[in-house]
């Protein structure tokens, strides 16, 4: 897998979540900047070494 794309949206108690489309990811954070530090630990959380895709996109919805 080359590239990850993670659906964002606003969580009703306030805050994001994110979740990965093709993966089964999911994390939440109270801003953007943080939830970008939480998928990034996420993905590599997922993945073995070396399987990590190259390309984590962010969609905004």
Not at 14 to 31: H, K, N, V
Request: hydrophobic share 45%; aromatic share 6%; net charge negative.
């Amino acid at each position: 897998m080359d590239e990850l794309i993670f659906l964002v949206e606003d969580a009703a108690e306030g805050g994001y979540t994110a979740r990965a489309l093709g993966a089964s990811i999911f994390t939440e954070a109270d801003d953007l900047e943080s939830l970008r530090e939480q998928v990034r630990d996420a993905v590599h959380c997922h993945f073995d070494e070396g399987q990590v895709p190259q390309t984590v996109l962010l969609n905004l919805a």
